[in-house]
């Protein structure tokens, strides 16, 4: 058993079936173990024959999931020549496996636990201890049941320190993660209130955390946390009598260390001598951060005041943030400055991946710095997730990767120093490519970035990929495992970008997509989407057939709600049939499969009916079914795909009854089209709203919108959602007005003080509301909010920062986190809808992620 676990543990773990790209070299696949893990939306089991396509051959499979149906273990034996380790889980066989590679590690490990900062103080850590230790640590803030084990698997024996986050959010959760990461040292950053609803209280929040330390031989915190302090002692002080507590204090607790803070002058005193630092952040949450990261240092070894001051002058803010912008010459660019490892690399071309399937790859990266593998290792790793990842041209910048050419293809180039890239690369050769730019912070990779961006106007529309997940996530949960779900990403999906979006959505698997029009669906194909799209209003006008041959070119699927449109459909259909029916591949909805399978699917046409059960826009009355049913079997090649109405007022309970109503109408109609039939079409009638106040129609499928967009419309669960859209601008111009002047067109904006007016790079023809001059509405400047003066003109608008410390170039948010879409939507009476799909196409759309 114990061979059998270590030569797993020498193995690269694969999670994410994703992860592993199509025809992916030898080197990668050979050396794999795939773990299935059946979390609460996917099931890794699902996976195996895909992966098994690629090559991998060995699986860590779950025992519960090859009991049938689907019967897996025949599935399974047709792979004679792979290896099926069968467990009870296997995310605890990953767990195992971590904990025992722990075991065999000998040098110090750093266990960081904490409501904020874990990631931080990690990364701080790093920068500041990169000449004394060779470290290991968690990517990005892997600190999950799964991320933990991810991490600690980074270890080698030529690291000499480990740094590794936990991060919890129910009760006994910290046990895992205690016994893979075993810290000698832990730090406890500080308590809030995120999570808190996962915990009975706060104490047993922080009593959970401490678990982390009940091995560890010193813990250090800050004794201003009194109800940290007060948990230490009661608990931590029983079960592990001989830890060494090191404590700081900023408000004169009792403390190893006291510290206070004068201007950006820190002075910490304690037993091992006074040190007076100049720092480079005075905000409150990073001097924190930053008296974890010194009293850290101070415990490992000694240092002189002078050298822990040019460590903290190396200190860089910690940007998680992966962005994707436009790029010059029709490029896109990927830009990932936040670390240059190996797994960081392994993510970033993840990401590339799953964002743009047709473009030429370029992938520009530094040195890299910090692995603790012997360089040719290392380079010829690198060389390999390249190729591997389909890179089509690979430039490198660095002595040491210059160097290491020989891992890399013919085709690339190098240099020593950005500077030299700066000079000698022909940039005008680079186009229509998607770029990923990653380059350890001394290469100064924002200088390459910034000649490769596309000069944006001051307005940008800020997209968080990561937030669109959670909220997808959220959704997910409430409509449980065996309801699908079609995501609307009409309107350039509301506002917020529909390729990006949709590519997003691929990557997570969602079952279907839904446009209005025909030419949407296009945008996507061409943008290498293949998920089923469903079309609301598939004929542009009588005059313009052409929008069905282009339904049938792309594979877009009509919705289908009058006998006139049936029957025009039906005869375009068999008309057309001669030529190529309905395509061979993928998007086949497989999707509707699961209530009833396609019997011959490649030949039959898919469409969606729309019954009217209220709303009397679109649709099929209940009467008219019958006659709906009667064309049907008539045109055999025809195929309900689906069956849906939609909700008049699903976000208000004053409509409740109603909603029943059209639901038991819905109900009735799709019975009388099944027995007509003889098959059942998936059947749908939720939108946002509908999801979260009438969970229990449900049915087969629901239809997300502005939910995933980050408006939770029913009010129910405000706090549940993130937001996903920022739109910012900046300030063109400031200039004093004394009182009694006015400003702007038309004279409305009469001032009553003497006032500090802003001009901002945004108008109505940006998307920002005319009705919101004039004091209606507000933006948000360096944390004030300034109301408007004055008409909106078409590309700038006024505001007063006499209140707000302004300046100009400053940035300016419209909305955001800071000021929700739904207050600005009330100030001028409409919908969030329409602030979000009323941000004009000019307006540049920047799409980033922060976590994983
Ligand atoms: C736009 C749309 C939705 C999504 O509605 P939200 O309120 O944004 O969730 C659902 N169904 C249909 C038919 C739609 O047109």
């Known amino acids: 058993m114990i061979t059998k676990d270590n030569q797993l543990i020498t193995k690269q773990w694969i999670t994410d079936s994703r992860q592993v790209t199509a025809g992916g070299g030898d080197g990668q696949v050979a050396d794999s173990v795939f773990f299935a893990i059946q979390g609460d939306h996917h099931d890794g089991h699902a996976f195996i024959g895909e992966l098994y396509q690629k090559g991998i051959r060995q699986f860590v499979v779950e025992r519960s999931a090859l009991t049938g149906p689907p019967d897996r273990r025949e599935e399974l034996a047709r792979y004679a020549d792979a290896q099926f380790i069968e467990v009870d889980s296997s995310l605890q066989t990953l767990q195992t496996l971590a904990a025992q590679q722990r075991r065999q590690f000998h040098n110090p490990i750093i266990g960081i636990t904490g409501s904020n900062g874990k990631t931080i103080v990690k990364e701080w850590l790093v920068q500041l201890l990169a000449d004394e230790f060779v470290i290991a640590k968690s990517p990005k803030s892997y600190n999950s049941q799964l991320g933990v084990p991810l991490s600690v698997h980074t270890l080698t024996k030529n690291h000499t320190l480990g740094i590794f986050e936990a991060g919890i959010s129910k009760a006994h959760e910290m046990q895992a993660l205690e016994a893979i990461i075993r810290p000698t040292l832990g730090i406890f950053t500080n308590i ?509 499928m629901v239809r997300l919108g502005i939910g995933l967009y980050g408006v939770e419309a029913s009010g129910i669960d405000p706090n549940s959602l993130q937001t996903v859209g920022t739109l910012r601008t900046v300030i063109s111009q400031i200039k004093t007005v004394q009182a009694g002047e006015s400003v702007g067109y038309s004279r409305r904006g009469w001032l009553d003080h003497d006032a500090r007016i802003a001009t901002l790079a945004i108008g109505y023809a940006d998307g920002y509301d005319r009705r919101l001059g004039n004091g209606v509405g507000e933006v948000w400047v360096n944390g004030t909010r300034c109301p408007t003066v004055g008409n909106v003109c078409m590309d700038m608008t006024m505001i007063d920062v006499t209140q707000a410390s302004a300046s100009e170039g400053d940035e300016v948010v419209i909305f955001g986190r800071e000021l929700p879409i739904i207050e600005l939507a009330q100030r001028i009476g409409t919908i969030p809808y329409e602030i979000l799909t009323g941000v004009s196409e000019r307006v540049k759309r920047v799409f980033f992620k922060e976590g994983n």
């Open 192 to 700: 809030g209130t995120a999570h808190d609803e996962g915990f009975r209280t706060r104490k047993q929040k922080i009593a959970e955390k401490l678990r982390l330390f009940i091995h560890a031989k010193t813990l250090i915190y800050c004794t201003d946390y009194a109800e940290v302090d007060d948990e230490v002692n009661l608990l931590l002080k029983a079960v592990n009598p001989d830890m060494r507590f090191i404590t700081w204090s900023l408000t004169g607790k009792a403390a190893t260390y006291q510290a206070t803070l004068a201007q950006n002058h820190l002075t910490i005193s304690g037993p091992t001598g006074m040190y007076r630092l100049q720092v480079p952040f005075t905000d409150p949450a990073s001097i924190e951060n930053l008296l974890h990261c010194v009293v850290t240092m101070l415990t490992l070894r000694s240092w002189s005041s002078e050298d822990l001051q040019i460590r903290l002058n190396r200190l860089r803010p910690v940007s998680m943030r992966l962005e994707q912008k436009e790029g010059i010459n029709n490029c896109v660019l990927i830009d990932d400055s936040y670390n240059n490892d190996v797994v960081g690399l392994q993510l970033a071309l993840r990401f590339l991946n799953q964002q743009n399937t047709r473009n030429r790859r370029v992938v520009i990266l530094s040195d890299v710095l910090q692995s603790g593998q012997p360089e040719a290792d290392l380079y010829e790793q690198v060389g390999e997730l390249i190729r591997s990842n389909h890179v089509e041209q690979f430039i490198g910048i660095g002595p040491v990767v210059s160097r290491n050419a020989q891992w890399f293809a013919g085709n690339s180039l190098f240099y020593s120093t950005t500077e030299e890239f700066l000079g000698q690369f022909p940039f005008s050769d680079l186009r229509d490519s998607t770029l990923l730019v990653k380059g350890a912070r001394p290469f100064s990779f924002e200088r390459i970035v910034h000649r490769l961006e596309r000069k944006v106007h001051g307005t940008v529309l800020e997209i968080n990929l990561d937030a669109l997940t959670h909220n997808l996530n959220y959704y997910r949960e409430k409509v449980g495992a065996d309801t699908k779900i079609m995501v609307m990403v009409k309107a350039f999906a509301y506002g917020s970008g529909s390729a990006e979006v949709a590519q997003l959505l691929q990557f997570h698997r969602v079952d279907y997509l839904a446009v209005a029009y025909a030419d949407e669906g296009v945008v996507l194909r061409q943008h290498g989407v293949d998920l089923p799209i469903m079309v609301m209003n598939p004929t542009g006008s009588p005059d313009r057939p052409e929008t069905f041959a282009t339904l049938l070119e792309y594979k877009l699927e009509p919705e289908i709600y009058s006998m006139r449109l049936l029957r025009e459909w039906g005869r375009f259909v068999e008309e057309g049939k001669g030529h190529g029916a309905w395509g061979e591949g993928a998007s086949t909805p497989a999707s509707s499969s699961l209530t009833t399978p396609y019997p011959t699917p490649h030949a039959l046409y898919p469409l969606h009916l729309k019954i009217d059960t209220g709303m009397h826009r679109l649709g099929f009355l209940e009467e008219e079914i019958p006659e709906v049913v009667a064309y049907l079997n008539q045109h055999p090649l025809l195929r309900v795909s689906t069956v849906f109405s939609h909700l008049v007022g699903a976000d208000e309970a004053q409509f409740n009854s109603f909603s029943q109503q059209q639901y038991d109408t819905f109900l009735r109609s799709t019975a009388t089209l099944e027995t007509g039939l003889g098959y059942r079409p998936t059947r749908h009638l939720l939108n946002s709203a509908g999801i979260v106040r009438f969970t229990d129609y449900r049915l087969d």
